[in-house]
């Protein structure tokens, strides 16, 4: 194999349809932002791969399960904690799943759909992410508004309007230290956890129904239906996959056998790490609301929040910690994480747009485009329902989420099972069972909530007759559509083998050896490297 002057080995890529190698390097310079991992086994490496999980696991603890959280917490107590345990042990699956289609293939999941699809499917595909990320953004754009509503008592709806500004200048302030940026977010965000955390020591909730709530499956009422789907569309979203995909193309890892199943196994224990402090951040915003709004001690006036209780006004749930400086943390660590989950929502665009389309937009255009399809919804709901409208919608986009899930999902379970793609680091057999078991339970309880509620909208709702039979026809026709979608999805076999893969064969491991024993790295990507942060010169070796 041929190496570069500096002695570093060139890149590799397959050409055609078989696994021969050339020995055009895949590109010409290392001034991208990456981090190289040594040829060698150590749990020093690990370190090499922190990063995308934690960045991915922002979208975890943003403003929308927040909301979610708040309302299934005041209104079903400890009940709906369940969701947030299964939701999270799926997330970790699905997500080390998303990293371990980039590790092994080079490519994410938006390239992978572009070209394994035909155009129409990938083009109905396409936009099904961008109404994902559109929808996910909602929460955001409300959560910064309602922020700035306690934080400078400005009203929603222009906070609304503001919130089309406030990426921009963060993604503006990226240029000068995007890791000291990063640190801040995270240190307000979970200057939020802990203040949930010590009133857990206030609240006290009973740690025999939090338990039972936690292992116990139980959801009672259609309404409780509607916020579990909720707190499945805020945990587990879409776009996610297509971004923890596309964010381990910028690590540049050894292609031997030994390297991926490496990267793989770290990038699965970084995403645990991640995720499970993820998920102690939400149950204990469920408990802190479930044990403050059910309390016999709770004043009228608070009572009265949460029957209807949404972030503009939970900050009273913090007020044995926090006195007279609730509302004010609180608003602060909710811009931070409207803010935060925003970032990463932008990168996920441009990977999606740059995956199904290959165009790509400069990030501050990107994110421009997407807050003004967010801002329009947010600002009519907002100045016809106010504050508690704009709750809602909250809740409404993160079902949207939980609906949109499939089209991610089946493709990437379909890529990851695949050996055609995979090569011999394809989904065991019981992997397999398992995802698509959790990706059927998401599917069967989306389709049953959507029916029985259109069901009673139309007998319930107090339409004529013909109002009826039109709805009707069109409500079903819609659902038969949404359900062939994903029959298409999951049938469909694929037929586009990868461009990279590890050696999997005793004969090409032989030709390696033979060629000095030179490391076969990786493409780390520059594409992908740049679209997530700004460029710096060097690289950064981990030792």
Same mark, same amino acid.
């Given at each position: ?18 696994r ?8 010409k ?5 990456q981090?190289?991992?040594p040829?060698k086994?150590s749990? $020093? ?5 922190i990063?995308?999980?934690?960045l991915v ?17 005041a209104q ?11 939701a999270s ?6 997500q ?9 293939? %080079? ?12 155009k129409? @499917?990938?083009?109905?595909l ?12 909602? +929460?955001?754009?409300?959560? =910064?508004?309602?922020a700035?509503n306690m934080?400078?008592k400005i009203?929603?709806w222009?906070?609304?309007l503001l =919130?089309?500004f406030s990426t921009?200048?963060?993604l &503006? ?7 000291k940026?990063?640190?801040?977010i995270?240190?307000l965000?979970?200057?939020?956890a802990?203040?949930?955390f010590a009133e857990?020591?206030?609240?006290k909730?009973?740690a025999k129904?939090v338990?039972?709530g936690l292992?116990? @499956?139980q ?11 909720s707190l499945?569309?805020?945990m ?7 971004l923890?995909?596309a ?6 890892? @050894?292609?031997?056998?030994?390297s991926?199943k490496?990267?793989?196994?770290f990038?699965?224990?970084e995403?645990?790490?991640?995720? &499970?402090?993820?998920?102690l951040?939400?149950?204990s915003?469920i408990s802190?609301? %479930? &044990?403050?709004?059910?309390s ?7 009572q009265?929040s949460?029957?209807d ?5 939970a ?19 909710l811009l931070?994480s ?5 970032i ?6 441009q990977?999606?747009?740059? %995956? ?5 937009l ?6 421009f485009?997407?807050?003004?399809l ?18 809602q919608?909250?809740?409404i ?5 939980s609906?949109?899930? @499939? ?10 099972s695949?050996?055609?793609k ?5 989904n065991?057999?019981?992997?397999? &069972? ?5 990706g059927s339970?998401?599917?069967i309880?989306?389709?049953?909530y959507?029916a029985t ?11 004529k ?6 709805l009707?026809?069109f %409500?079903?026709?819609?659902?038969a559509?949404y359900?062939a ?6 049938l469909? $076999? ?12 005793h ?11 030179a490391?076969?790295?990786?493409l +780390? ?6 679209m997530q942060? +700004?460029?710096?010169s060097?690289?950064?070796?981990i030792?």
């Amino acid at each position: 194999m041929a190496t570069s002057a500096t002695g570093q080995p060139q890149f590799i890529a397959s050409t055609g349809g078989n696994r021969s190698f050339s020995n055009a390097p895949l590109i010409k310079n290392e001034d991208a932002d990456q981090i190289v991992v040594p040829d060698k086994t150590s749990w $020093k490496n690990l370190f090499a791969y922190i990063g995308p999980g934690f960045l991915v696991s922002i979208a975890y603890i943003d403003p929308g399960n927040f909301e979610t959280d708040l309302q299934s917490g005041a209104q079903y107590k400890y009940e709906l904690l369940w969701i947030i345990l299964v939701a999270s042990c799926a997330a970790l699956i699905i997500q080390s799943l998303a990293a371990n289609l980039g590790v092994v293939t %080079g490519k994410h999941l938006a390239e992978h759909c572009r070209n394994e699809y035909p155009k129409v @499917p990938n083009f109905i595909l396409w936009v099904l992410a961008e109404i994902a990320i559109v929808a996910c953004d909602i +929460p955001e754009v409300i959560g =910064t508004a309602f922020a700035l509503n306690m934080l400078f008592k400005i009203p929603v709806w222009i906070g609304v309007l503001l =919130t089309g500004f406030s990426t921009l200048i963060l993604l &503006a302030l990226q240029q000068y230290g995007v890791r000291k940026l990063e640190f801040l977010i995270a240190f307000l965000v979970f200057t939020m956890a802990g203040c949930f955390f010590a009133e857990l020591g206030y609240a006290k909730p009973e740690a025999k129904e939090v338990l039972h709530g936690l292992f116990v @499956p139980q959801l009672k009422g259609n309404g409780a239906t509607g916020l579990a789907i909720s707190l499945l569309g805020a945990m587990v979203m879409p776009h996610n996959l297509f971004l923890h995909s596309a964010l381990v193309l910028s690590r540049k890892i @050894p292609r031997s056998v030994r390297s991926i199943k490496e990267a793989c196994r770290f990038y699965m224990i970084e995403s645990g790490f991640a995720l &499970a402090v993820a998920f102690l951040i939400n149950v204990s915003v469920i408990s802190v609301s %479930g &044990a403050v709004c059910s309390s016999s001690n709770i004043n009228p006036e608070d009572q009265a929040s949460c029957k209807d209780l949404d972030l503009n006004k939970a900050s009273f749930l913090l007020r044995n910690v926090l006195g007279s400086w609730s509302s004010k943390l609180f608003a602060i660590a909710l811009l931070a994480s409207g803010q935060s989950s925003t970032i990463t929502g932008t990168y996920a665009g441009q990977y999606v747009m740059q %995956g199904f389309l290959d165009l790509r937009l400069k990030p501050w255009l990107r994110n421009f485009l997407t807050r003004c399809l967010a801002i329009v919804p947010s600002l009519i709901v907002a100045l016809i329902g106010g504050s508690a409208g704009a709750g809602q919608l909250i809740i409404i986009a993160s079902m949207i989420l939980s609906f949109e899930l @499939p089209f991610a999902l089946v493709p990437l379970l379909k890529f990851t099972s695949s050996k055609v793609k995979m090569g011999m680091h394809a989904n065991s057999i019981a992997i397999t &069972a398992i995802t698509w078991i959790i990706g059927s339970l998401i599917m069967i309880i989306n389709v049953y909530y959507l029916a029985t509620s259109f069901i009673k909208f139309l007998f319930h709702g107090n339409l004529k007759l013909v109002e009826v039979v039109f709805l009707g026809i069109f %409500g079903f026709s819609a659902m038969a559509v949404y359900l062939a979608g994903v029959a298409y999805l999951v049938l469909r $076999k694929n037929k586009e083998a990868s461009h990279l893969l590890a050696l999997t064969t005793h004969e090409n491991q032989h030709s390696t050896n033979e060629s000095g024993n030179a490391s076969l790295y990786s493409l +780390p990507r520059e594409d992908i490297a740049s679209m997530q942060l +700004p460029s710096r010169s060097g690289t950064v070796d981990i030792d």
